[in-house]
């Protein structure tokens, strides 16, 4: 009995002690409320703004080339965005129908966006401009009511006690090992600069996990600080864009330039989680600004990617790279006036949805609230289409457009929809109504 008593126990322990990790993050209402609301949104816009706008070839720029991180840091002193205007921005980007705004508070870089005590590299006390653009943001962002999310890098080319990865080795930084302790109360403490004097944020989007790929054991110490985000601000998401399945104390799993469940560019292969999803996306080809880099993704692409997010119940993060006198690219703005436009229209079919019952196709695919489910017809070159709606009743159909009906035929696989037409919208969506 003693012996029995004695095994139980030891296999207690090991449960209780095995999983503590994974299990100890139990997200608070307010988090869970959170998710919900951000599953709603669907559509955000990222912004990579740093000195590296300056050099105008993307944020990369500084490691791609080996630039000393001395001599690089001099690019500070000439960062005067004398067109940036927070209100500007917010409006443009507002009216794009986007609800939430990432901002690039410190990329690989190392330079600060914000004002913070931990680091005089930051944009008040090494720029000429002296503002704090991200309060001037987290401002605006209040004031036109739309949601703030915060990127922070977990990587730094410029910072001496900052480890070294697989990147940011030509800075000429001069000691490899870094000094971790140091490096992480830095980051800490800027964390909670971030997360106490800027208002309400709505995530913390971290990256660059994969720079210590080679060396999987580094032990980045995570939950330690998403505890510290979640103690801070309850309801702020963490999302980390370390390319795979979340891990514990993450609210959100990222996809990087691939929606949900495709990899077409190698940084997605990961399994889908319960979690909220998000995919985020450049405009054009780069994330920081890229002078040569016109080739922006036409309006049609750009509504038709946030469409196959919905359907696929990820939200989009669309990236916008600023320009170096503070301003938003012109196409950029001009893509985010039509994608509104659209947004006004078709906002009701995306917004608070959830992934359909009929899945992803090559025609297109389903959102669905309530009682109704959207059917988001993108590329079909046919009068007909049949959905797998075998267990389902629908009441009615109708293009969502106008409201004219669809016809539709039952059979005992589902039903086909007989449309008027061959579809050529961008978006041809048909609202069903189901029993
Ligand atoms: O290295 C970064 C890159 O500069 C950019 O910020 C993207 C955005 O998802 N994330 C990293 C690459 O995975």
Same mark, same amino acid.
Request: hydrophobic residues 35%.
């Given at each position: 009995?003693?012996?029995?008593?004695?095994?139980?126990?030891?296999?207690? +322990?090991?449960?209780l002690?095995?999983?503590?990790?994974?299990? !100890?993050?139990?997200?608070?209402?307010?988090?869970?409320?959170?998710?919900?609301?951000?599953?709603?949104?669907?559509?955000?816009?990222?912004?990579?703004?740093? %000195?590296?706008?300056?050099?105008?070839?993307?944020?990369?720029?500084?490691?791609?080339?080996?630039?000393n991180?001395?001599?690089?840091?001099? +690019?500070?002193?000439?960062?005067?965005?004398?067109?940036?205007?927070?209100?500007?921005?917010?409006?443009?980007?507002?009216?794009?129908?986007?609800?939430?705004?990432?901002?690039?508070?410190?990329?690989?870089?190392?330079?600060?966006?914000?004002?913070?005590?931990? !680091?005089?590299?930051?944009?008040?006390d090494?720029?000429?401009?002296?503002?704090?653009?991200?309060?001037?943001?987290?401002?605006?962002?209040?004031?036109?009511?739309?949601?703030?999310?915060?990127?922070? !890098?977990?990587?730094?080319?410029?910072?001496?006690?900052?480890? &070294?990865?697989?990147?940011?080795?030509?800075?000429?930084?001069?000691?490899?090992?870094?000094? &971790?302790?140091?490096?992480?109360?830095?980051?800490?403490?800027?964390?909670?600069? +971030?997360?106490?004097?800027?208002?309400?944020?709505?995530?913390?989007?971290?990256?660059?996990?994969?720079d210590?790929?080679?060396?999987?054991?580094?032990?980045?110490?995570?939950?330690?600080?998403?505890?510290?985000?979640?103690?801070?601000?309850?309801s702020?998401?963490?999302?980390?864009?370390?390319?795979?399945?979340?891990?514990?104390?993450e609210d959100?799993?990222?996809?990087?330039?691939?929606?949900?469940?495709?990899?077409?560019?190698g940084?997605?292969?990961?399994?889908?989680?319960? %979690?909220?999803?998000?995919?985020?996306?450049?405009?054009?080809g780069?994330?920081?600004?890229?002078?040569?880099?016109?080739?922006?993704?036409?309006?049609?692409? +750009?509504?038709?990617?946030?469409?196959g997010?919905?359907?696929?119940?990820?939200?989009l993060?669309?990236?916008?790279?600023?320009?170096?006198?503070?301003?938003?690219?012109?196409?950029a703005?001009?893509?985010?006036?039509?994608?509104?436009? &659209?947004?006004?229209?078709?906002?009701?079919?995306?917004?608070?949805?959830?992934?359909?019952?009929?899945?992803?196709?090559?025609?297109?695919?389903?959102?669905?609230?309530?009682?109704?489910?959207?059917?988001?017809?993108?590329?079909?070159?046919?009068?007909?289409?049949?959905?797998?709606?075998?267990?389902?009743?629908?009441?009615?159909?109708?293009?969502?457009?106008?409201?004219?009906?669809?016809?539709?035929?039952?059979?005992?696989?589902?039903?086909?929809?007989?449309?008027?037409?061959?579809?050529?919208?961008?978006d041809?969506?048909?609202?069903?109504?189901?029993?």
């Open positions: 009995m003693q012996m029995k008593t004695k095994a139980l126990s030891l296999l207690l +322990l090991c449960c002690a095995l999983p503590l990790k994974a299990q !100890s993050y139990q997200p608070t209402e307010e988090n869970l409320k959170a998710r919900q609301e951000f599953r709603d949104k669907k559509f955000g816009i990222f912004l990579h703004w740093g %000195l590296y706008a300056m050099l105008a070839t993307g944020e990369w720029t500084m490691t791609n080339n080996d630039l991180y001395k001599e690089y840091a001099k +690019l500070a002193g000439g960062f005067y965005p004398s067109k940036f205007d927070a209100a500007k921005w917010v409006a443009a980007i507002k009216a794009s129908g986007a609800k939430y705004i990432t901002f690039t508070t410190r990329h690989h870089e190392g330079f600060s966006m914000f004002d913070t005590k931990y !680091s005089d590299y930051n944009i008040v090494a720029t000429p401009f002296k503002r704090d653009v991200l309060k001037e943001l987290a401002d605006e962002c209040q004031k036109q009511g739309i949601g703030l999310h915060l990127y922070y !890098s977990h990587i730094d080319w410029y910072r001496e006690d900052a480890v &070294w990865g697989r990147t940011g080795r030509g800075t000429g930084r001069p000691n490899p090992e870094g000094d &971790w302790d140091s490096y992480y109360t830095f980051m800490n403490n800027q964390l909670t600069e +971030l997360l106490t004097n800027y208002g309400p944020i709505g995530a913390i989007w971290f990256d660059g996990l994969w210590q790929d080679q060396n999987p054991d580094f032990d980045w110490e995570l939950e330690e600080q998403y505890a510290l985000i979640h103690k801070l601000q309850p702020c998401l963490v999302a980390n864009n370390h390319h795979s399945t979340p891990f514990p104390g959100v799993q990222i996809f990087e330039r691939d929606l949900p469940g495709e990899n077409t560019a940084l997605s292969g990961q399994d889908i989680s319960s %979690l909220p999803l998000e995919t985020c996306q450049t405009m054009n780069m994330w920081g600004y890229k002078i040569t880099d016109q080739n922006y993704k036409s309006t049609k692409e +750009l509504i038709q990617y946030l469409v997010a919905a359907v696929k119940d990820a939200n993060l669309m990236n916008i790279g600023p320009q170096p006198d503070g301003e938003l690219p012109e196409v703005v001009q893509r985010l006036a039509e994608m509104g436009e &659209w947004m006004k229209v078709y906002g009701e079919t995306i917004y608070g949805t959830r992934g359909g019952c009929v899945g992803p196709h090559p025609w297109g695919g389903t959102t669905q609230k309530g009682n109704k489910l959207y059917v988001h017809i993108l590329d079909l070159q046919d009068k007909a289409l049949f959905l797998p709606l075998a267990d389902k009743k629908v009441k009615k159909a109708s293009y969502f457009v106008d409201g004219k009906p669809v016809k539709f035929q039952k059979n005992q696989a589902g039903y086909t929809l007989l449309l008027n037409e061959v579809p050529t919208d961008i041809t969506v048909i609202e069903l109504e189901l029993n």
